[in-house]
């Protein structure tokens, strides 16, 4: 072919090569090389990724618990700590309310303490305002690694178990532990109203009974015993 022909034709598809590309600039993107982001391409994950539990929502619905004071549902255990006073005298010209513990109760309070301690440390403390009430509780406070909040309620002395349960209804909502120390009948006949169950209790005696429901609630057949025990030197 002679070289002026073979010119003209290799121009020719040079002028047609141009034009292709040209037509497709704007229509194709290039290629991003294997193992490079492109520009401006986020790879940050969301803050509710699959392996984060979901923003905003109750942990139970993931089976998620917190605590090991939380029952099978998922709720809060309240527990009520029902204790008589330690043993106390009968001194001669002294009201019952001002009774005094005598030796051997002030010699066995304290053991009740460190059992309180390690087993059902309380919350809140309501107590009689009798003085063995309130020196039982001074002796059982002083075994505490932290000493809650105590009121002394006039409706724990010589009252009755409703009495005392309209008490313990009071407590708020985020008392989880609440101690109450008391008397005879009463604490005998409160722990059977709210369990159905019989306790003796002896001078120091200690019954703790158990709810799946606030102590809002407390009422017949709200509870059952967990425990009861006397503890002795």
């Keep these: 072919m002679p070289r002026d022909v073979l010119n003209d034709a290799l121009l020719s598809l040079s002028d047609t090569n141009a034009s292709f590309r040209a037509s497709l600039v704007g229509r194709i993107t290039p290629a991003t090389p294997r193992g490079i982001f492109p520009p401006k391409c986020d790879t940050s994950l969301p803050s509710n990724a699959a392996f984060d539990l979901p923003i905003n929502k109750p942990e139970h619905l993931y089976g998620y618990r917190g605590t090991s004071s939380r029952n099978g549902s998922g709720r809060r255990m309240a527990e009520l700590v029902i204790m008589r006073h330690a043993k106390s005298a009968w001194p ?71 009495t005392y349960a309209s008490v313990v209804r009071e407590a708020a909502d985020d008392v989880r532990t609440l101690l109450l120390i008391g008397h005879n009948p009463d604490v005998e006949d409160l722990v059977t109203l709210l369990t159905g169950d019989s306790v003796g209790f002896k001078t120091g005696t200690i019954a703790v009974v158990t709810s799946r429901e606030v102590f809002k609630k407390a009422g017949r057949g709200w509870a059952s015993v967990e425990t009861s025990v006397t503890p002795r030197g």
């Design 92 to 162: 001669d010209g002294f009201a019952d309310l001002e009774r005094p513990l005598d030796d051997r109760g002030r010699r066995e309070a304290p053991f009740a303490g460190r059992w309180i301690q390690e087993h059902h440390a309380p919350d809140l403390v309501i107590s009689s305002p009798a003085l063995r009430t309130r020196q039982t509780w001074e002796l059982v406070s002083a075994e505490l690694e932290t000493v809650p909040e105590v009121r002394f309620d006039e409706r724990l002395y010589a009252t009755s178990a409703e």
